[in-house]
């Protein structure tokens, strides 16, 4: 088990900033960012292999959001520029340690996640 705490979210305006982090208790093989506003399904933001470094960006966020990780910490974070009202979201952390779970995008260590609020 890998328990993950997120921090950085809060309010900001449209246009701002905001970088999120996610520290783990130990090493994962592979990392993530997901999101779910109200009456949304969740999705995919970006995902990382700490060790080679790979990431994962998904399109719609391409260009605005980054992620990167600092394994002497055992930390992810998610870089949000230019942000837009329709980010407004609960933005979640998660891991998992296994190579082949990774491979196949499955998750199973997730943090309580931060809220991010983005105003017009």
């Known amino acids: 088990q890998v328990q993950l705490v997120e921090s950085g979210g809060g309010s900001v305006q449209a246009g701002g900033s905001l970088t999120l982090s996610c520290v783990a208790s130990?090493?994962?093989?592979?990392m993530a960012w997901f999101r779910q506003a109200p009456w949304k399904d969740r999705e995919a933001v970006a995902s990382?292999?700490?060790?080679?470094?790979?990431?994962y960006v998904a399109d719609s966020f391409k260009g605005r959001f980054a992620i990167s990780a600092d394994n002497a910490k055992n930390t992810v974070s998610l870089q949000l520029n230019s942000l837009k009202p329709e980010d407004s979201a609960h933005y979640y952390c998660?891991?998992?340690?296994?190579?082949?779970?990774?491979?196949?995008?499955?998750?199973?260590?997730w943090g309580q996640g931060t809220q991010v609020t983005v105003s017009s």
């Open positions: 990382i292999y700490p060790d080679g470094g790979s990431t």
């Open positions: 998660a891991a998992e340690e296994g190579k082949g779970l990774c491979h196949a995008g499955v998750y199973n260590n």
């Open positions: 130990k090493y994962a093989y592979c």
